[in-house]
């Protein structure tokens, strides 16, 4: 299976960009599932390995990720309005996000397929995402609730 990396190769390619030291080093920093990080913390791990990389290059190429699908730029936190940026593969996800502690956990669902399937059935919509988000305790603050 192609990891981010091996996609973001291939789209440079066609692009006639190359791979840079700094782009596999933003690259790496991202891909990691699950972990949905912020500008700032993709920045403060690249930063350890390479100093003479700035805040600028990391949003420059999170956009440009962002615009070959590769990345998804997301608001879990409507307080802060803080973009946190997620991987679009291995596939199509969505998240539950915990009220109390804000962690966020990523699920699929075959349903989901099914009411995109349905709905560009019905309105003659051509479906080409879907984002759903879950909201709620999780287990570890529903234990902790339980035990206050
Ligand atoms: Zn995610
Ligand atoms: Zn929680």
Known sequence: MD??????IQRL???????????????????????HPTAEE??????????????????RTLRWLEQEGLISARRFD?????????LVLPAEHHH??????????EFDHPSIQVIKTQFAGVSGCQVQ???MMLYGLCPQCRQLRLAS
Not at 13 to 35: K, V
């Open 13 to 35: 390619h066609t692009q006639g960009g190359r791979m840079t030291f700094q782009r596999r080093l933003i690259l790496e920093a991202l891909d990691c599932l699950g972990c």
């Open 96 to 105: 539950f996000q915990c009220t109390t502690c804000k962690n966020v956990i």
């Open 42 to 59: 993709v920045f403060a791990v690249v930063n350890q390995r390479d100093p003479s990389v700035n805040l600028s290059t990391i949003y």
């Open 78 to 86: 409507e307080s802060r309005r803080q973009e946190r940026f997620d």
């Open 3 to 8: 990891t981010l990396i091996d996609l973001a």
């Open 129 to 131: 995402s879907a984002s």
